[in-house]
């Protein structure tokens, strides 16, 4: 009896520190049995739904990485257009050309992470801007790559990692790679010291740096991941269409950012985790499908995110002040 | 106080107007093309509306505040234009102030998403940007529609080496120097972005001064993109993609602090030409034009370098000897 209202009152503490999540995951829960009742979502529709949500998820684990450490990463999106384009054109639909497609799009995307991070950490250059200015770099390497006309598409087994199921086609192979990302991920951000660290430098930089967290490395580090894990969702998008498209990746800037919004992670850094935008993703992606299933153009879509970012912020802003 | 920052100013716009006039004259040499006053006056038509709309970025810069919406907003008033102006003269001046209009009620909402509900202002003007494309999207999907002909005879009237757009840029140039050099709301400016606290001890509301540069702001982006629109006779929901970056790099070349209460408007017009002709001394001197990307975002975070660097060294060239002065006395 002792031991029941001891883990009851644990769970009530747990809900009490993690309000956001929390919240977050019943408007999750709230919006799936909407869903289930007027869209008749059967559970098979929604793990496909959560196989499309996957690129999406898996960039925005290191967009919470860049925002709990106090920054942002405007990158991601041209990241993601770059991969794309350049696995597209080093595979050429070939099966024997995989292996360099993955190091070539791999080695990139770290190099620049490793130079958003850089420029952060010893220039001292804003986040934001130093995020922005390579975006526009990276737009830039990808047209006189291409020379502004994109060639060739994804080898044929590639594609199988957003199109196949596993288990006699019970489980989409994406998102079983989404929810081991995530978990590697989790486990390195709540159970680690690297966790520890990465609060600890968004939370306070200069307490950080003075109870010896080397500071800088860790900074970079984050960008890199951000970066990678942008790859990766490059790889995973590319997989998804099969051929090259340019300007794949210019909504998925925004996109991360608000699907971190409602996970309840703030801008100023060391609050909240990716436990939220687990949640936070799909919320943003079943709003979508929800509006090409009512039939409202791209431009809904847009309009919806600024919305969304605004009053998740606001709220955001006015939870943590009156803690 | 404020006549020292003023000349401040001009010492942190100088290089700038140095880079300037070096890559002019090594265009001009690489290129006979480059010197005739039909290319000078294309430049500056292609450089004016960037060069309004970067009056709103300094003036939001300077308040400590930044601006990516901008390019939205500019968007906007073009597909505005675009679907309205094109009937008659009334039809066009309901358009103008129409666009007008939006751009203003954009710039209300930002001050006081960033005021009143505590967003930060480059989230705040990222969202509101998503929102404003959304909207111009859903009134024109794709670059097209007419403008109202006076309007485009009007301004790309041409009277080498200069045009309307020229004229136009150089009137709102000087009535925003006079502004900040001269009248109270200039001075707040500064001492906000300077330091807001202690504005606003001194009786300045940081609401109202943020809500108006916000709001000027706008509608200089919105003015920026009916000039635009007559210049290219159409409207397109997004022409304005670049615009965010463009603005903050050419201000900051211009010697404006990315911290607020230092710079101005001078140094941002140099910024504005060094930034506009990039893409024209690129195609003078044969070379693919997609470069320009990698050389303004290049731009960007070497003025941003050289600005850091110039701080600490002030810092190391100052401390010891006010510190040596201390001890003397």
Redesign the interface.
């Known amino acids: 009896m002792k031991w029941r209202k001891l883990k009851l009152n644990s769970i009530v503490k747990y809900i009490k520190k993690n309000n956001i999540v929390t919240g977050v995951f019943m408007l999750l829960i709230l919006i799936i049995i909407i869903f289930a009742v007027f869209a008749s979502l059967t559970p098979l529709h929604f793990l496909d739904m959560i196989r499309q949500a996957a690129p999406l998820g898996i960039m925005a684990i290191g967009q919470t990485i860049c925002l709990l450490l106090g920054g942002?990463d405007l990158s991601v999106g041209a990241v993601i257009s770059f991969t794309n384009l350049v696995a597209c054109a080093t595979m050429l639909g070939d099966d024997r050309n995989i292996p360099i497609a993955l190091v070539l799009t791999i080695g990139f995307s770290l190099l620049f992470g490793l130079i958003n991070g850089v420029?952060i950490v010893k220039?001292?250059?804003?986040a934001?801007?130093?995020t922005?200015?390579?975006s526009?770099?990276i737009?830039?390497?990808t047209?006189?790559y291409t020379?502004?006309s994109p060639i060739g598409n994804i080898a044929q087994s590639f594609r199988g990692i957003s199109e196949a199921w596993l288990f006699n086609n019970s489980i989409p192979v994406a998102a079983l790679i989404w929810v081991v990302i995530w978990a590697i991920i989790a486990f390195v951000m709540y159970r680690t010291t690297y966790g520890k660290k990465i609060y600890a430098t968004g939370g306070n930089h200069q307490v950080a740096k003075l109870s010896g967290i080397r500071t800088g490395l860790v900074t970079v580090s984050g960008y890199m991941l951000s970066s990678l894990l942008a790859c990766f969702a490059g790889l995973m998008l590319s997989a998804y269409i099969g051929v090259t498209s340019s300007g794949l990746g210019n909504p998925y800037t925004?996109n991360s950012?608000a699907a971190v919004c409602i996970g309840g992670t703030t801008?100023d850094g060391g609050r909240g985790g990716i436990a939220g935008t687990f949640a936070g993703v799909l919320i943003i992606f079943l709003i979508q499908t929800f509006m090409t299933m009512i039939n409202v153009?791209?431009?809904?879509?847009?309009?919806?995110?600024?919305?969304i970012?605004?009053v998740m912020?606001?709220l955001n802003?006015?939870l943590s002040?009156r803690r | 106080m404020f006549q020292g920052s003023f000349k401040k100013h001009l010492k942190l716009a100088f290089p700038a107007y140095i880079i300037l006039v070096l890559i002019l004259i090594i265009a001009s040499a690489s290129n006979q093309d480059f010197r005739t006053s039909t290319n000078f006056s294309n430049i500056v038509a292609q450089s004016s509306v960037l060069a309004i709309v970067a009056i709103g970025q300094t003036l939001i810069l300077l308040i400590g505040g930044i601006d990516l919406s901008n390019g939205a907003v500019l968007s906007i008033s073009t597909v505005v234009m675009a679907q309205i102006s094109y009937a008659s003269t009334g039809s066009m001046w309901f358009a103008i102030v129409l666009a007008l209009i939006i751009g203003c009620g954009v710039g209300a909402m930002n001050g006081f998403g960033i005021m009143k509900l505590n967003i930060p202002p480059m989230i705040m003007t990222l969202a509101s940007g998503s929102i404003v494309t959304g909207i111009a999207l859903f009134i024109q999907s794709s670059p097209g529609g007419k403008i109202n002909l006076e309007l485009m005879k009007f301004v790309t009237k041409k009277f080498p080496p200069f045009n309307t757009l020229g004229v136009i840029t150089i009137i709102l140039y000087i009535i925003f120097t006079f502004i900040l050099v001269a009248t109270k709301w200039g001075r707040n400016l500064y001492a906000v972005g300077g330091n807001a606290i202690s504005a606003k001890k001194s009786g300045i509301s940081v609401f109202k001064t943020y809500m108006s540069t916000y709001m000027v702001a706008g509608t200089l982006a919105a003015f920026g993109g009916i000039l635009l629109s007559a210049r290219l006779f159409s409207g397109d929901p997004v022409i304005g993609e670049n615009y965010a970056m463009d603005t903050i790099t050419a201000v900051i070349l211009g010697g404006t602090m990315l911290t607020g209460g230092e710079g101005g408007i001078i140094g941002t017009l140099a910024g504005v030409f060094i930034v506009a002709m990039i893409g024209n001394v690129l195609n003078m001197l044969e070379i693919f034009p997609y470069y320009q990307y990698i050389i303004k975002g290049l731009i960007l975070v070497t003025a941003l370098l050289v600005k850091v660097v110039d701080k600490e060294k002030l810092k190391s060239l100052v401390l010891p000897k006010s510190r040596h002065e201390v001890e003397e006395a």
């Open positions: 942002i420029a220039i001292k250059i804003p934001f801007l130093t922005l200015a390579m526009i770099i737009k830039g390497i047209l006189i020379k502004g925004l950012i801008f153009p791209e431009a809904g879509k847009q309009l919806s995110l600024g919305v970012i605004i912020v606001s802003q006015k002040k």
